[in-house]
């Protein structure tokens, strides 16, 4: 029976339970022996340039993937399905005449959604597409709740920040969005450890909020029966390694601040701080926008970037007094309103 005339999730869930159950009494459910070895985009990145019959004549076998169904064509004797897993996308070929046919019956009543595993035999069909032609598919997890809708995608913005699996199920840029992310952290600790920072990690729990002024999430040692504070900065304890006699150290760290929330604000968050010794402020601002540039290349090949509707150039790092730029922006204002103000000829970058 088709999911579209079970009506309603609840439905489908129950209908999927159903099947789940038949899994458990073969002893077939959730199976972990299925060993993956290789990728969607890699096969996509090494053989897409292949005609049909060149790879035919390659007869590339033992290929080995597994991921998330996420396109189903279910015909009689043959069907074609999507694969996602973390890479990207491959179409797979189930034929009866190639596994066992109890197996290709049981395959038909997949789910979109099931994580499964497929081996066999790359080929491109006739309309040139990578395909895995199979001799053998395993259900490794069974899905219980539908995918969101593969036309409308996952569009409500609550749901997306409230359940993020939901969102990289179904909007497959949000997964490059995280990937980007690791590379610049990457990008950033490979800058730092270049110039021979050290990498540390300090308490996450205070005795003080300090470091910053941020109201902080506070928490119970109950060993030591005293109230902490969960870090608003890891400051303070980078500092002490300097006093130690560390003289480059840095920390990319979890920090809380119990304040605001929205998609754009979260109130625990990752933070970079880094302090050396003997060194300039000149040569910190210099330090730091070279290691912006080289997190951009790694992500962007390229130092100009789109920013919604605003084009940045980060070529172009320009260096300003703070008290300058409130003056530019704010030209009611005069130096000597800011000196009443109490204003301090801070340094910028922008």
């Given at each position: 029976?088709?999911?579209?005339?079970?009506?309603g999730?609840?439905?489908?869930?129950?209908?999927?339970?159903?099947?789940?159950?038949?899994?458990?009494?073969?002893?077939k459910?959730?199976?972990?022996d299925?060993?993956?070895?290789h990728?969607a985009k890699?096969?996509?990145?090494e053989?897409?340039s292949?005609?049909?019959?060149?790879?035919e004549?390659?007869?590339?076998?033992?290929?080995?993937?597994?991921?998330?169904?996420?396109?189903?064509?279910v015909?009689?004797?043959?069907?074609?399905?999507?694969?996602?897993?973390?890479?990207?996308?491959?179409?797979?070929?189930?034929?009866?005449?190639?596994?066992?046919?109890?197996?290709?019956?049981?395959?038909?009543?997949?789910?979109?959604g099931?994580?499964?595993?497929?081996?066999?035999?790359?080929?491109?069909?006739?309309?040139?597409e990578?395909?895995?032609e199979?001799?053998?598919?395993?259900?490794?997890?069974?899905?219980?709740?539908?995918m969101?809708?593969?036309?409308?995608?996952?569009?409500?913005?609550?749901?997306?920040?409230?359940?993020?699996y939901?969102?990289l199920?179904?909007?497959?840029?949000?997964?490059?969005?995280?990937?980007?992310?690791?590379?610049v952290?990457?990008?950033?600790?490979?800058?730092?450890?270049?110039?021979?920072?050290?990498?540390?990690?300090?308490?996450?729990?205070?005795?003080?909020p300090?470091?910053?002024v941020a109201?902080?999430?506070v928490?119970?040692h109950?060993?030591?029966?005293?109230?902490?504070?969960?870090?608003?900065?890891?400051?303070?304890?980078?500092k002490?390694?300097?006093?130690?006699?560390?003289?480059?150290?840095?920390?990319?760290?979890?920090s809380?601040?119990n304040?605001?929330?929205?998609t754009?604000?979260?109130?625990?968050?990752?933070?970079?701080?880094?302090?050396e010794?003997?060194?300039?402020?000149?040569?910190?601002?210099?330090?730091t926008?070279?290691?912006?540039?080289?997190?951009?290349k790694?992500?962007?090949?390229?130092?100009?970037?789109?920013?919604?509707?605003?084009?940045?150039?980060?070529?172009?790092?320009?260096?300003?007094?703070?008290?300058d730029?409130?003056l530019?922006?704010?030209?009611?204002?005069?130096?000597d309103?800011?000196?009443?103000m109490?204003?301090?000829?801070?340094?910028?970058v922008?």
């Amino acid at each position: 029976m088709s999911e579209e005339n079970i009506g309603g999730e609840e439905g489908i869930i129950e209908e999927r339970r159903k099947k789940l159950q038949i899994l458990r009494d073969k002893n077939k459910a959730y199976v972990n022996d299925f060993l993956k070895e290789h990728y969607a985009k890699s096969l996509h990145e090494e053989n897409d340039s292949f005609s049909k019959e060149e790879l035919e004549k390659k007869n590339i076998t033992g290929i080995s993937v597994a991921g998330r169904v996420v396109l189903m064509r279910v015909m009689g004797n043959a069907s074609f399905a999507t694969v996602r897993d973390s890479s990207g996308d491959i179409q797979i070929y189930v034929s009866k005449n190639t596994i066992d046919i109890d197996l290709y019956e049981d395959f038909k009543t997949w789910d979109l959604g099931d994580i499964i595993g497929v081996k066999g035999k790359l080929f491109k069909t006739k309309t040139d597409e990578l395909t895995i032609e199979a001799d053998e598919v395993t259900l490794i997890t069974k899905s219980i709740r539908p995918m969101p809708d593969k036309f409308k995608g996952l569009s409500d913005i609550e749901t997306r920040y409230r359940q993020r699996y939901l969102d990289l199920m179904s909007n497959e840029e949000q997964k490059e969005v995280f990937l980007n992310r690791t590379k610049v952290i990457e990008s950033v600790r490979d800058s730092l450890k270049q110039r021979n920072f050290v990498e540390v990690e300090t308490p996450m729990m205070h005795p003080i909020p300090g470091g910053a002024v941020a109201r902080p999430f506070v928490t119970q040692h109950n060993a030591l029966d005293r109230e902490l504070f969960l870090r608003i900065a890891p400051e303070l304890y980078l500092k002490r390694l300097l006093v130690g006699g560390f003289e480059r150290v840095f920390e990319i760290n979890r920090s809380f601040r119990n304040e605001g929330l929205s998609t754009k604000h979260n109130p625990e968050f990752t933070m970079l701080e880094y302090y050396e010794a003997y060194t300039t402020l000149d040569n910190t601002i210099e330090f730091t926008e070279n290691m912006i540039k080289k997190s951009c290349k790694e992500i962007n090949q390229s130092l100009a970037i789109t920013w919604g509707e605003d084009k940045l150039d980060l070529s172009n790092f320009r260096k300003a007094s703070l008290s300058d730029l409130v003056l530019e922006y704010n030209p009611s204002l005069n130096k000597d309103d800011l000196k009443q103000m109490g204003g301090k000829e801070l340094l910028a970058v922008v």
